[in-house]
């Protein structure tokens, strides 16, 4: 096991216990704790963790009394960031199943997948999702939906604009198998003894599926309970902090550490149904929020806001996050006007969230962190399973309390997921990085992702880095595209700064490029625009700049 980060690990402990209980025996103690203290607040309306748990209780007798959900029976949730989300969540939980929570950004075929690969007869899910799920029952084994309104939760007094899904009334379904969010919290049906333990399945998370089918991550309380209680010791949270839940709760960085950590520490959750940076500013200053776990991209949006002022975030005292490496002049941005520095950290869907931190006293810019609570880390070389050393770039493996049981109906898929050194059981990433003497890891990209121009290895994350540090880039995407003499080429996507439109071209930016990247590095072609395509959690799909490249070329070709 490696040890070089021993020197730098924090003033606590380097191994944690896991508790043998479940997740929402953590809600049930909190309610117990801290009964009065705020638990969410949204859009203007606040709820207690008393009243958290009594809705909780309330959900979970009505999926087992009136839906008859039972022990191990798979819950889909389908909605945006919510108090129902929440609820919904750990109502699941409290009735002895397993949550499914995907991505409300998916329509009715790609819905269809996931309903089929988890036999799922119960769903809860957003009002504004209802036409995409409607056409699936009777088609798929799904039988029963709970319905819900986030405008039911929202207050009167939240001063900036809503999402048009807050705002939306609460719509009324007459049909069979329909039923209402309230009419089920109302119904106040007693929820039978909560048998679930540590290593009963919690919830199942799918990656995103861009190498194949989506797949299903088999993760235990035990397995979340791991990461929900190592993020609350290097957060340093307490009963007191306030935490702005931007990221998306069905994605596993949200789930742990803007739920499921809050919950464990009697905190306050924030809730932002949709991304908005002048709501974010809003919040953090009138909530007093000191906790936001976010995303490059959120962060680059924020910090472009031309009225944010110092003042309106002295509350933060910790800003993380991962998904993608923050650029370094961003990084600095943050700094000079926060004191903050972004501490970012590194893990997948199959080990819910973590399994590197930055130490928050001792943070590396661009850097993955060191091995979190028991993780062993390693570096490999992919095709041998050779280990490799200090500055060796290779595969990255983890063996920790966190890493998933398996994926759901995936026998093949866990075959070879899964690697044997020294004695221990390995995950492989699929990330390509290296560690340094210190022992902190860097990610140098994707397996997938890695860019072949004549012979050279090109990573793009390395190269956008670069580009971040242009004075009129905001943001850069950069992928491989075909080239007949080199056989792919470097291309950046490039997002300017407000008000840089026509005073900078494509000619410069690749000039500026010369000067600061190798000859076989730096890209040959620049394309302005105004967005990028990006996945819920705010990450850009570089594959799908990627792929509409190739089908330019197709395209010519016909």
């Known amino acids: 096991m490696l040890t070089l980060h021993y020197e730098h690990w924090p003033k606590i402990s380097k191994s944690l216990t896991v508790p043998s209980t479940s997740l929402y025996d953590n809600l049930k103690v909190s309610a117990s704790r801290y009964p009065d203290q705020e638990a969410i607040y949204y ?3 606040k709820l207690t963790y008393a009243e958290l748990d009594t809705e909780v209780n309330a959900l979970a007798g009505y999926l087992q009394q009136k839906l ?4 191990g029976d798979k819950v889909l949730l389908f909605m945006q960031n919510s108090p129902q989300f929440v609820i919904g969540y750990y109502a699941i939980l409290r009735a002895n199943a397993i949550v499914v929570p995907i991505n409300p950004m998916l329509v009715a075929d790609e819905l269809e997948f996931y309903i089929r690969d988890c036999e799922i007869k119960t769903a809860l899910i957003g009002q504004e999702l209802y036409d995409r799920v409607r056409p699936l029952q009777g088609k798929t084994t799904l039988e029963n939906l709970i319905i819900a309104a986030y405008s039911d ?21 007459s049909e069979p198998n329909h039923f209402h969010w309230n009419d089920a919290i109302e119904a106040k049906l007693t929820p039978g003894v909560h048998t679930t333990k540590g290593d009963d399945i919690a919830v199942l998370p799918y990656t995103s599926g861009t190498t194949g089918l989506p797949k299903g991550c088999m993760h235990t309380n035990r397995t979340v309970q ?26 596993v960085t949200g789930m742990v550490h803007s739920m499921h950590m809050p919950i464990y520490s009697g905190s306050t959750m924030v809730i932002l149904t949709r991304w908005n940076r002048d709501a974010a500013v809003e919040l953090i200053k009138k909530q007093g929020c000191t906790h936001w776990v976010t995303i490059a991209t959120m962060i680059v949006d924020f910090l472009a806001n031309p009225h944010l002022k110092q003042e309106d975030i002295a509350t933060l005292t910790s800003i993380s996050g991962g998904g993608a490496a923050l650029p370094e002049a961003v990084g600095e941005k943050l700094f000079k006007l926060s004191g903050l520095r972004f501490v970012e950290g590194y893990g997948l869907s199959e080990t819910i969230a973590q399994t590197h931190f930055n130490p928050a006293d001792r943070p590396k810019m661009q850097c993955l962190g060191i091995p979190s609570f028991d993780v062993d880390a390693r570096i490999i070389e992919p095709a041998t399973g050779k280990e490799l050393g200090v500055g060796e770039v290779g595969e990255i493996i983890v063996n920790g309390p966190q890493v998933m049981v398996g994926y759901y109906n995936r026998e093949d898929e866990n075959r070879s997921s899964f690697i044997e050194l020294d004695g221990k059981k390995f995950f492989r990433t699929g990330d390509i990085g290296r560690y340094d003497e210190e022992g902190y890891f860097f990610i140098v990209d994707r397996v997938k992702r890695m860019i072949n121009a004549s012979g050279f290895k090109v990573w793009p994350t390395e190269v956008e880095s670069f580009l971040y540090k242009h004075p009129s880039i905001q943001q850069a995407c950069v992928v491989g595209v075909p080239d007949e003499r080199r056989g792919e080429t470097v291309k950046a996507f490039v997002i300017l700064n407000e008000g840089m439109e026509g005073k900078v071209s494509e000619e410069e930016i690749i000039e500026w490029s010369k000067q600061h990247m190798a000859a076989y590095k730096y890209p040959r072609q620049i394309e302005f625009r105004k967005q990028f395509p990006m996945t819920s959690s705010g990450k850009i799909l570089w594959r799908q700049l990627q792929e509409e490249e190739k089908q330019k070329i197709v395209n010519k070709v016909q």
């Open 226 to 251: 791991a990461n929900t209680i190592g993020a609350y010791y290097w957060s340093r949270t307490t009963p007191n902090a306030v935490h702005l839940m931007t990221l998306p709760l069905f994605h």
């Open 68 to 71: 008859r959900v039972s022990q």
């Open 43 to 45: 859009y203007g309306k």
């Open 153 to 173: 939760y929202k207050g009167n007094d939240f001063e900036d604009s809503l999402p048009k899904e807050v705002e939306m009334p609460r719509n009324v379904f």
